[in-house]
């Protein structure tokens, strides 16, 4: 369970390849990712080949797998072997058989290397390779949301492998393992506490306690990162206000973050959560948010540490009688009018929909709102609106609908893709985090499948180009063996399984039908009107959608470039799948399935819960090709999720039968 993907099970008889016959480790110091690196493939080549290699950090270059920075290996060598350009934690891997190179820009880069042979080892690929790969973007980040009590915000693993009872765990034995399956995947930083920030996250006493965490991370080059709470100045401080122009809580941020850097030279930055939901910001004091974020901007930039400030800045809508009202105008709202104003170590992060982690939104229009400042993609690996790791729901799907969208910025081709890693504005800056829930199950996430959205998240945020099966691939090989059924089968499971749950959670961009009062969890789709949230889908007993159109509605679909808004604001060119994010439309509304909206909703909910149970017998035909312990347990799951599909269905299709009077043309729902 917890060496997740980093199993190094042995390879079944017959998969030969000439060796290395010795590692060779180029910094042998305790903290340095290189030592890292060599004891790493000591241990993959043990696991995966049962032959025991020595690490040294010398030796004949022949036959050896060396490991390194480029410095290091001309210092050991004379000259570097690399032909590309190496970035910032890119590397340079040159495997011709059992003589191996593997050179970082950095020594973080270098254990990506060792990283990228053994995950080749393990997979049986033995080939010869020569090459230099590169992180798409510098910001590849995840933000836990573990709270300093020890519990986790939407945390469905456990509890926190960080705090308890107020404080920083004494053994951090997880934190360390979890540094390594991060920098596997090629993640640089963790904020490891809630953004909704506790003040005593800057106290001395915790400052001791998450430099800790960083001296655990140290050797996996994961950098540290904290969420402040912007209250801090008045809350810890014992200031009077924590107006972002005021000089004392200027000194207040400049001191606290001095302190931070003297505990933790390597400290990545800051993360902050202000006027949302409640959180203190600069708005308080009619301050800018850019005023917000420069702040911080400002105490950190000597130490080369950045700010994400995120974008999910919105006030609670008390009016659902005003057509005209929209949570989802807000962030451009906010920001837009503030672009070119962000210092240049601040990155604006953006939620990948307008809304909030929903099964389908279109891609959030803020991404085309920011030309002159940095921007990073937030993503969700903690399955909060999408099932809670209860049920299947493989995302990469989901955020490839999101990463390849094409703004068409100026009408000129504006990937969301290439919005986020800097390239298509010409930012200095960008990247993206993903908030991950991690607990102290042994599973991490709580379920053994959801790992293979952690470990896409990393590939990604390193090549947001890859493909979603092909990772899927790679992560079932080295989670589960090289066995072809095995293989087929969670492939096939996986890749069914965002379809399903949009099918029977909320399809047609209804964007969610789960409870949103608390649990989000479960078919509750009577919380989603009269609320304040503005999570609103309209429905009465004639339509239902969110009309967000200029010339009609709330004005949202505006807020794209010209030839997107187009697309988005008139009903005939709006993809099915977005139709009631965009419009509100009779229940008898024709589909460009040729369905009308209603007999779609019953459909699909049909067809969601039936893939739904279709899964337990694809994972059944998996016994005796997977350990018990693990067969058992997703079994479990899956059950849980075929039998809560159905309730999700029934929930549903009752609901809007009622509420429509329409039966469904096939006879399961209402009366003829
Ligand atoms: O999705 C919502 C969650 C909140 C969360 C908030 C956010 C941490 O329900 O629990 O707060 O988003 O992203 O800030």
Not at 551 to 580: C, H, I, K, R, W
Request: with cysteine; glycine share 10%; hydrophobic share 40%.
């Amino acid at each position: 369970g917890r060496q997740a993907w980093l199993r190094y099970a042995p390879l079944s008889p017959g998969h030969n390849t000439p060796l290395p016959s010795s590692i060779i480790a180029l910094n042998s110091s305790a903290s340095s990712p290189v030592n890292t690196a060599g004891q790493e493939l000591q241990k993959g080549i043990q696991g995966i080949f049962g032959r025991h290699l020595g690490v040294s950090n010398t030796g004949k270059e022949a036959s050896s797998a060396v490991v390194g920075t480029v410095e290091q290996f001309q210092k050991a060598f004379g000259s570097s072997p690399v032909k590309d350009a190496l970035e910032e934690d890119g590397f340079w891997l040159n495997v011709k058989g059992s003589t191996v190179q593997i050179l970082g820009q950095n020594e973080r880069g270098a254990l990506y290397g060792a990283f990228e042979y053994l995950s080749m080892l393990a997979q049986g690929n033995f080939s010869n390779v020569e090459y230099a790969t590169n992180p798409a973007a510098p910001v590849r980040w995840i933000n836990s949301w573990d709270n300093m009590d020890g519990s986790i915000t939407r945390g469905f693993g456990g509890n926190s492998i960080f705090f308890a009872d107020g404080q920083v765990v004494s053994d951090l034995t997880r934190a360390a393992e979890y540094a390594r399956l991060l920098s596997s995947i090629r993640i640089n930083a963790v904020v490891v506490n809630d953004v909704n920030a506790d003040f005593r996250t800057i106290s001395p006493e915790n400052i001791q306690g998450v430099g800790r965490i960083a001296d655990a991370f140290r050797s996996y080059g994961i950098q540290l990162g904290l969420s402040l709470d912007f209250a801090s100045p008045m809350e810890l401080g014992g200031l009077g206000t924590y107006d972002p122009l005021d000089a004392e809580v200027i000194a207040f941020w400049d001191n606290i973050t001095a302190q931070i850097y003297d505990r933790i030279p390597d400290f990545a930055g800051y993360l902050v959560k202000a006027d949302s939901e409640g959180t203190p910001g600069p708005l308080v004091y009619n301050r800018t948010l850019a005023d917000g974020a420069n702040l911080f901007a400002k105490a950190i930039a000597p130490f080369g540490g950045i700010v994400m400030y995120r974008a999910f800045v919105y006030n609670q809508l008390p009016d659902e009688g005003d057509w005209k009202a929209d949570r989802a105008n807000a962030a451009v709202n906010f920001f837009h009018p503030l672009d070119g104003q962000f210092d240049d170590n601040v990155i604006v992060q953006v939620k990948y929909g307008p809304i909030d982690f929903q099964v389908r939104e279109p891609p959030s229009p803020l991404f085309a709102n920011l030309l002159e400042t940095n921007v990073a993609l937030e993503l969700q690996v903690a399955q909060e609106y999408l099932g809670q790791q209860c049920h299947l729901v493989y995302l990469p799907p989901l955020w490839r609908t999101i990463l390849d969208f094409d703004l068409r910025v100026q009408n000129q081709s504006s990937l969301v893709r290439n919005v986020i890693t800097g390239e298509r504005f010409k930012r200095p800056l960008g990247g993206s985090a993903a908030v991950v829930n991690v607990g102290l199950n042994d599973t991490w996430l709580g379920s053994h499948l959801a790992m293979s959205n952690l470990y896409a998240y990393g590939r990604l945020a390193w090549d947001w180009t890859l493909d979603s099966e092909d990772i899927l691939h790679d992560w079932t090989r080295l989670t589960f063996g090289l066995d072809k059924t095995v293989l087929d089968t969670v492939a096939q499971m996986s890749m069914a399984s965002w379809p399903a749950y949009e099918n029977y959670s909320g399809n047609l961009g209804e964007q969610t039908l789960n409870d949103i009062l608390y649990t989000h969890f479960g078919p509750n789709p009577q919380t989603l009107d009269n609320t304040v949230w503005g999570q609103w889908t309209r429905a009465d007993h004639t339509g239902i959608g969110m009309d967000r159109t200029v010339s009609n509605g709330t004005g949202f679909s505006g807020q794209y470039p010209p030839e997107v808004a187009a697309m988005f604001e008139a009903v005939a060119t709006t993809p099915d799948d977005l139709l009631l994010w965009f419009h509100h439309v009779n229940y008898t509304q024709k589909l460009k399935s040729g369905k009308t909206v209603i007999q779609h909703f019953y459909d699909a909910h049909y067809d969601g819960a039936e893939t739904a149970h279709n899964f337990v017998a694809m994972w059944e035909s998996l016994k005796g090709k997977v350990d018990d312990e693990r067969f058992e347990d997703v079994l479990f799951r899956q059950g849980f999720q075929a039998g809560h599909s159905i309730v999700w269905r029934d929930a549903i299709v009752n609901f809007y039968n009622n509420i429509s009077g329409i039966p469904d043309d096939a006879g399961r729902v209402g009366h003829h």
